[in-house]
Antibody, heavy 120, light 107 residues
Framework: EVQLVQSGAEVKKPGEFLKISCKGS????????IAWVRQMPGKGLEWMGI????????RYSPSFQGQVTISADTSINTAYLHWSSLKASDTAMYYC?????????????WGQGTLVTVSS | DIQLTQSPSSLSASVGDRVTITCQAS??????LNWYQQKPGKAPKLLLY???SLKTGVPSRFSGSGSGTHFSFTISSLQPEDIATYYC?????????FGGGTKVEIK
């Protein structure tokens, strides 16, 4: 059974570093893109970027380029989303999703989401 | 970026009603369109891909059609468990983009 399990909710202060994770199981992790999707409170879905764990090919939406970093560790089947300096506007739910073996493809399995709250 | 315009943004219908949502793309995306369902407090779930292909296990009351720039999503007979927000997403080009969502409620 394909599963994506994300790390728990985080409460941080502006300016702090944060790294959240997404662990895949039930499939060959290296062979499928992992996407990250933001959902701000009460708002819609925003595609942030993707990584192909097998070769670390990473693409970002222009809206998120330079704001976050996506990485992956195939030895532990885990993808990451990290911020070097959080802002209050980063408060949102963040989902990871398996996006298939092509760089443009549907997201067929999703993690449960990680709620990030940034407040002074 | 390819923009997706979904309408309506919300609707209220009775159990058993036929419900249709539309999604218009700013560029020709052939049939590279997905539909997702997001129930309150839950992660999105893929229902349809390739504009009209039902993901395995998804009830047949859900369907999709369209190509190019105009797409539609239909629930043939609305059920109480279909209360959710529905999103279209294009996967013709990066960055992938979502429509604004349609919130479906029971009248």
């Amino acid at each position: 059974e394909v599963q994506l399990v994300q790390s728990g909710a985080e409460v941080k202060k502006p300016g702090e570093f944060l790294k959240i994770s997404c662990k895949g199981s039930g499939y060959r992790f290296s062979n499928y893109y992992i996407a990250w999707v933001r959902q701000m409170p009460g708002k819609g879905l925003e595609w942030m970027g993707i990584i192909f764990p097998g070769d670390s090919d990473t693409r970002y939406s222009p809206s998120f380029q330079g704001q976050v970093t996506i990485s992956a560790d195939t030895s532990i089947n885990t993808a990451y989303l990290h911020w070097s300096s959080l802002k209050a506007s980063d408060t949102a739910m963040y989902y990871c999703a398996r996006q298939g073996s092509a760089v443009v493809s549907p997201s067929d399995y999703w993690g449960q989401g990680t709620l990030v709250t940034v407040s002074s | 970026d390819i923009q997706l315009t979904q309408s309506p943004s919300s609707l209220s219908a009775s159990v058993g009603d036929r419900v249709t949502i539309t999604c218009q793309a700013s560029h020709d995306i052939t049939n590279f369109l997905n539909w997702y369902q997001q129930k309150p407090g839950k992660a999105p779930k893929l229902l349809l891909y390739g504009a009209s292909s039902l993901k395995t296990g998804v009830p047949s009351r859900f369907s999709g059609s369209g190509s190019g720039t105009h797409f539609s999503f239909t629930i043939s007979s609305l059920q109480p468990e279909d209360i959710a927000t529905y999103y279209c997403q294009q996967y013709d080009d990066l960055p992938l983009t979502f429509g604004g969502g349609t919130k479906v409620e029971i009248k």
